[in-house]
């Protein structure tokens, strides 16, 4: 069974579209990431919320937004999508522990900007 | 200096013997470790974890860590060609957050 889902799996927007990807899990994990990963690069953080806590990371630029409104869902808002942020955008969620943290992923929502 | 390091690859290793993937990590304060696989345009799959020095096996994986050195590798004996993937590494580190390598291409040969 699925644990971490994101919708859809494919999205296609146009440029300058706001386009909202989903993610949800079922796992009761307290920590959500949101990755973007860019063909044969590493995942890049985006940004990631510890419980309602959230953290961006510096160089996340101000067109992602994102929402975390419970524990198991998590949005990814893209205000003005650019032809650069073509991309897979991938969803994982953590239990924060020390020492054995694990991090789970979804399917992947692969985002192509026409 | 980046966050986690691998050797790009391609890594090309003949079907049957052993593939060996290396990572190092700056994080001094890093707690866990992983390795994904991931296929191309899929998403990681977790392969192996690992939060205490020494070796831990799995199967036909074993990860290694040595925190001392900041260091984390990956062991896949008996390569198959299924094992054709990119390897990630990952590191948990003491900011709480998950940050990837840029994954190794590992190839093998028939």
């Known amino acids: 069974d699925a644990m971490v889902i994101q919708n859809p799996r494919y999205q296609v927007t146009q440029f300058g579209k706001p386009v909202t990807l989903s993610c949800s899990q079922t796992?009761?994990?307290?920590?959500m990431y949101w990755y973007q990963q860019k063909s044969s690069q590493a995942p890049k953080l985006l940004f990631h919320y510890y419980d309602k806590d959230f953290n961006n990371e510096a160089d996340t630029p101000d067109n992602f937004q994102s929402r975390r409104p419970n524990t198991s869902f998590c949005f990814l808002d893209i205000r003005s999508p650019g032809l650069g942020d073509a991309a897979m955008y991938l969803c994982?969620?953590?239990?924060?522990?020390?020492?054995?943290?694990?991090?789970?992923f979804g399917q992947g929502t692969r985002l192509t900007v026409v | 200096q980046k966050e986690v390091e691998q050797n790009s690859g391609p890594l090309s290793v003949p079907e049957g013997a052993i593939a060996s993937l290396n990572c190092t990590y700056s994080?001094?304060?890093?707690?866990?470790f992983f390795w994904y696989r991931q296929y191309s345009g899929k998403s990681p799959e977790l392969i192996m974890f690992?939060?205490?020095?020494g070796d831990k096996e799995d199967g036909r994986f074993t990860a290694q860590l040595n925190k001392a050195s900041q260091y984390v590798s990956l062991l896949i004996r008996d390569s198959q060609p299924s094992d054709s993937a990119t390897y990630l590494c990952?590191?948990?580190?003491?900011?709480?957050?998950?940050?990837f390598g840029s994954g190794t291409r590992l190839s093998i040969r028939p």
């Open positions: 690992i939060y205490s020095n």
């Open positions: 994982a969620t953590s239990r924060e522990g020390r020492g054995n943290t694990e991090a789970f």
């Open positions: 994080d001094r304060g890093s707690q866990s």
């Open positions: 990952a590191v948990y580190s003491s900011a709480s957050k998950i940050i």
């Open positions: 796992l009761n994990h307290n920590v």
